[in-house]
């Protein structure tokens, strides 16, 4: 082996122990990380899918020990018309939601994105929902949605001659209601998301368009909303996965009601497990839930990653 090869093996041995060595401190200063996750996540999800296959109840029952079903619980809850009503309506609400919450944002973080004095402060103005926990609002707009005459909504709606809803007791208002609820809470931390996606693009690019003769509305076109793309798709996907998650709203306000027209999936497998005891049909529908989720997951890694 000649002293030119010598180095070279040397030079890579000690590359490999500094690799060798980042890498221990990389999974040390993970541990911590890493042991939330599966205690809380993975070693649950695990724990809920073998509990998807068994009657198992929540208290366990004298002489009747856990059994395997297989997939009874699965087949009971594609039958069941309350659990397809869940389904439905969770999908529904996201349907509201996602595209509001994204044209919204974007309208309000171009606003705010101009150079004007005092803008800071309707940045916070806007913001400022979004510390609000989802229990405090959902009470505040319980109010909001009184159905009396002298509700707030109501006596808006009477200066215009509109006779007064009954809002969250009405099952055609009902989840609507409850999307418009969720939109104002979490519109300011959408537009803030927004803003940062606005704030990165070149100002090169709309004077090469304005050189170019574009109009306000073709630089939104061709170079905002093209610039803007990884961060929308970022806003579509999160929001529409918590959109999938509705639960706290449904829980204070209207316990799935009016005749389970706000009846979510995540309100459904809480009923079913800590209300009726059925920890095995709640683990079926929580099972179906993360595979939702999991899916919209991979889109948004797909969609992310592309590169234009």
């Not at 579509?236 to 009601?257: K, P």
Request: glycine share 6%.
């Amino acid at each position: 082996m000649t002293r030119q090869e010598k180095a070279a093996a040397r030079a890579l041995r000690k590359k490999n122990r500094i690799r060798d060595g980042q890498t221990a401190v990389a999974w040390l200063y993970a541990a911590p990380a890493l042991l939330v996750i599966s205690v809380f996540i993975i070693i649950p999800f695990i724990m809920s899918t073998a509990y998807s296959f068994t009657d198992k109840m929540l208290v366990a029952r004298a002489g009747r020990p856990v059994s395997f079903v297989g997939l009874a619980n699965y087949v009971k809850m594609f039958e069941s018309a309350a659990v397809r009503q869940a389904f439905g309506n969770t999908f529904m609400y996201a349907l509201l939601v996602v595209p509001a919450l994204i044209v919204l944002a974007t309208l309000l973080a171009l606003l705010v994105n101009r150079k004007i004095r005092g803008v800071s402060v309707f940045r916070t103005i806007y913001f400022s929902p979004q510390v609000v926990t989802m229990t405090v609002v959902a009470v505040i707009w319980s109010f909001i949605f009184s159905p009396s005459s002298d509700g707030f909504m109501n006596s808006l709606l009477g200066l215009f001659g509109i006779p007064p809803q009954t809002w969250l007791k009405d099952p055609n208002l009902a989840l609507g209601s409850i999307a418009v609820m969720y939109i104002w809470q979490a519109l300011g931390l959408q537009m803030v998301i927004v803003l940062g996606g606005l704030q990165y693009i070149p100002e090169e690019l709309y004077e090469a368009g304005y050189m170019d003769g574009c109009n306000v509305l073709q630089k939104f076109w061709h170079i905002t909303i093209p610039m803007l793309k990884n961060t929308l798709v970022y806003v579509l996907v999160s929001n529409t996965i918590y959109a999938l998650r509705l639960f706290t709203q449904v829980f204070v306000l209207t316990n799935g009601g009016p005749k389970g027209s706000t009846n979510t999936v995540v309100y459904t497998l809480y009923t079913a497990g800590f209300t009726n005891s059925q920890v095995g049909y709640s683990s079926a529908i929580s099972v179906v839930f993360f595979l939702i989720v999991l899916a919209i997951s991979l889109l948004q890694n797909r969609f992310l990653g592309k590169e234009e």
